[in-house]
């Protein structure tokens, strides 16, 4: 068995050295490197050959890769690096791993076509003087040998060792039994479905109860079809910390029967153990000599398979290395990567990006998927504020001036005419665009010529400007550019524009097709249109509705056809909502949650309930709240305690906690958790309409109702529960919302 590496990393594995530097650089963006490329290999003449394919061996190891360009009249392998600034401030350990790169083609290319002896060149390409400077070095095919056998011999252990271990981890992975005897009702049900769609190479989107133990019915059949599928990877993606911990629990308890290395990713603020300090070597002294201890760091690390938040931690302190970027290292050693959804589905991606380089084979998982709705359209849109512009003027070096009056100037020519408060644009602004872009260039330069950095109000507005004029060239029907005109005490007009992502869909399809297979699951994926639609699902996906393991007698489902929860209804509502409270409270005493669809509105019930019924304990979910604000709040739910929590639908407590028995036995959901009626909302609603035909309810009526299945789920955690829950307002008793509720609900009445 042979263990295939691409040249890059091959190279960054035996030739990164130094520091860890993470101060912004002016290079180029990823379209200027490709257009710069293209330039340099155009200039060239007749008979040159552009990336050229190259691979070779060394024992069991199969390197690969594709070189730049190679000049059989001169005998010249090219390997071009595009750049801005200047060259001469490139840092040493850049250039030394760029000439491993080219070295090992070189070797490659000697080896495949039999050359006696070579030029490699660098050549390194100024996109904004469109200037080449070229480094030259004659080589031996020996001396070319003998450095590529010198690169795998570094490697040839570690992939050596990852044979092995790919060996014992397939072998014990065939064997691998679940580890509690016996299947949950509903689980092996869910199990079968993943397991044949990972063998098939299907997308499965999944709708399975809570408290069913979706997690390791996912993990587990997955894991199993591993070997047969010949998987590199698995990664498990979640929205929230609660689910990136249930998906670390699931993988201990199958830790003893298989040698898996599972990875937790975090967030790098998290993970920060200097957060005082800058990224680089001058700054943090985890960052200094970061590569040259990273080999050691790494070797133990993957003697301690289980990489959670404090294991990895307490390995990247012994190593004095940066445990964020040790991490994003394991990340390509890992079998099993657990993280959020941004690792993958993020326009800059680490496990995307990874996955493509490398070519990975990777069988994915998306825990609550009915959440990756809102997150890609966060990740797949763009704002600026003009008074971020405006705010610029004061400290602006002379060199940049120019270029944001002329963004301004621009920007006044956008919103100048413009009547409503909101408006959406028939077009992209494509002067100000290029202006954008031109002022994202001369910042660019500023930064080569002045590396000590950016005013940090500066380099927010360039990171901002840089990220709208990427999704700019993204742009399309999956979109709406808008401009929204903020009040102003001056005659001055003053706005925010926003690329506005309303279908992620054209976003996260490729992605999704990019693994094996994808497991999307979550109780609450219903309607099953809906979401495939505006998820990306492929056609050919299979779908799948788990039995709910619970019994229609656990729950009784009461609905308020009394109360209207409607805005201009909600004076009126205030009474009959306590009235309703207080009574199910004295019919049978313990643990509720009510939520309400606004701070506002739960305030109002909760000033008139401790009026009238101070003796009724009651606790509440406050505005920002922090995570040990959030915990005090969930302590409260208790075996023996009695009370009443409010929050807020859609927030931290209407989903993904786990409160069983007698810790909570009831809910009242007082809305249809529609979101608001506004001009934004009307735009999307328009849009899709447009796009599907069904504009109001995949706007507001599907994401509301889901809203308010998960907060309902709450209550009936396992199959011993009994609850009750009471859906308020009088619009619940429609057949057409009805028809949305889980059908297990039988006794709504």
Known sequence: MSYRVAVRALCEFTAKQGDLDLR??????????????????????????REVTLEGTYRNLYVRGRADGYDPTKNQLEEIKTYRGDLARQPDNHRHLHWAQAKVYGWLLCQMRSLQSLDIALVYFDVVSQKETLLIETCSAEDLQAFFETQCQRFIVWAEQELVHRAERDQALRLLTFPYGEFRSGQRQLAEAVYKAAC??????????????????????????????????????????????????ALASLKASSPLRVLELIARD??????????????????????????????????????????LREVAVAHQVCPYYLSQEMARWADVVVGDYNYYFDLSALLYSLTLVNQWRIGLLVD???????????????????????????????????????????????????TLSYQVQPELPHKLLGALQQAVSAITEHLAENPAGLDP??????????????????????????????????????????????????????????????????????????????LGLPLNHVWLDVDS?????????????????????????????????????????????????????????????????????????TRSMHEEARHAFLARFTDESCGIGFAVLGGAFS??????????????????????????????KARMDQLFGAGYDYTYLYPGLQKVVQAAGRVIRTTEDVGVVHLIDDRFARQDIRRLLPVWWASAE
């Open 24 to 49: 912004f650089t002016p290079s180029p963006t990823a379209l200027e490197g490709i257009a710069g490329h293209a330039t340099v290999t155009a200039r060239r003449g007749d008979g040159y050959e």
């Open 200 to 249: 098939t190479g299907t997308h499965l989107m999944a709708q399975a109860p809570t408290g069913i133990g979706k997690t390791l019915a996912t993990l587990f059949p997955q894991l199993k079809a591993v070997p047969g599928q010949q998987l590199d990877k698995l990664f498990f993606l979640t929205a929230k910390t609660s689910g990136r911990q249930l998906a670390l629990d």
């Open 270 to 311: 998290k993970a920060c153990e200097h957060p005082d300090k800058a990224c680089h070597g001058e700054s943090c002294p985890l960052a200094r000599g970061f590569y040259d201890r990273l080999p050691a760091a790494r070797a133990e690390a993957i003697r301690r398979p289980f990489l959670d938040q404090s294991t």
């Open 368 to 418: 609550e998927a009915h959440n990756l709705l809102e997150r890609a359209r966060a990740m797949y849109s763009a704002e600026l504020d003009i008074r971020s512009f405006k705010g610029l003027r004061k400290i602006l070096p002379a060199a940049l001036k120019r270029p944001v009056e002329r963004v301004l100037r621009c920007w006044g020519d956008v919103h100048r005419l413009q």
């Open 457 to 534: 109000a500066l380099q927010s507005v360039y990171f901002d400007a840089m990220h709208f004029c990427r999704l700019a060239e993204l742009f399309g029907d999956h979109s709406l550019f808008d401009c929204t005109l903020l009040p102003t005490r001056s005659e001055a007009r003053v706005s925010v524009l926003c690329l506005r992502n309303v279908l992620p869909a054209p976003f996260l399809k490729p992605r999704l097709l990019e693994a094996r297979s994808c497991v999307l699951f979550s109780a609450t994926l219903s309607p099953q249109r809906f979401y495939a639609d505006t």
């Open 549 to 621: 393991p619970f019994q229609s007698e656990q729950l009784q489902v009461r609905l308020a056809r009394h109360i209207s929860t409607r805005y201009h209804d909600r004076y009126a509502s205030l009474q009959p909502i306590v009235d309703l409270l207080v009574e199910q409270f004295r019919e049978r005493p313990g643990n509720y949650l009510a939520f309400f669809s606004s701070f506002d509105y739960l305030q109002q019930v909760t000033n008139l309930l401790a009026a009238q019924h101070p003796q009724l304990p009651y606790w509440v979910q």
């Open 655 to 684: 989903e993904g906690i786990d409160l069983p028995g007698r810790r909570l036995i009831g809910a009242f959901v007082a809305t249809l958790g529609l979101p608001q009626i506004n001009p934004v909302n009307e735009q999307m």
